[in-house]
Nanobody
Framework: QVQLVESGGGLVQSGGSLRLSCAVSGLTLDHLTIGWFRQAPGKEREGVSCISNSDGITYYADSVKGRFTSSKDNAKNTVFLQMNVLKPEDTAVYYC????????????????WGQGTQVTVSS
């Protein structure tokens, strides 16, 4: 059974940092595309970052470029999202997911999702 479990969310002041983790079980990470998404109350889900298995490139949404960095540790089967210079508009529930199709930052290309972790950035 494939499972993705996020952790690392919390409350942080504007300008602060958090590192999210996505622990993957049931599949080998080095053959997977893993994406990070977020959803704020009343807003649509947004693709934040993804590490593409097909081309090895890490993609970022324009809203987080230069502030967020996604990485993975194949030995630990875990993907990380380092979030720096956080802003109040980054407040959302963050999810990681397993990609199965094209469209690295498109939620429709993902089929297995974690339960999410709340990130709250105070001003």
């Amino acid at each position: 059974q494939v499972q993705l479990v996020e952790s690392g969310g919390g409350l942080v002041q504007s300008g602060g940092s958090l590192r999210l983790s996505c622990a993957v079980s049931g599949l080998t990470l080095d053959h997977l595309t893993i994406g990070w998404f977020r959803q704020a109350p009343g807003k649509e889900r947004e693709g934040v970052s993804c590490i593409s298995n097909s081309d090895g490139i890490t993609y970022y949404a324009d809203s987080v470029k230069g502030r967020f960095t996604s990485s993975k540790d194949n030995a630990k089967n875990t993907v990380f999202l380092q979030m720096n210079v956080l802003k109040p508009e980054d407040t959302a529930v963050y999810y990681c997911a397993r990609g199965y199709g094209s469209g690295c930052l498109e939620g429709s290309a993902y089929d297995i999702w974690g339960q999410g972790t709340q990130v709250t950035v105070s001003s």
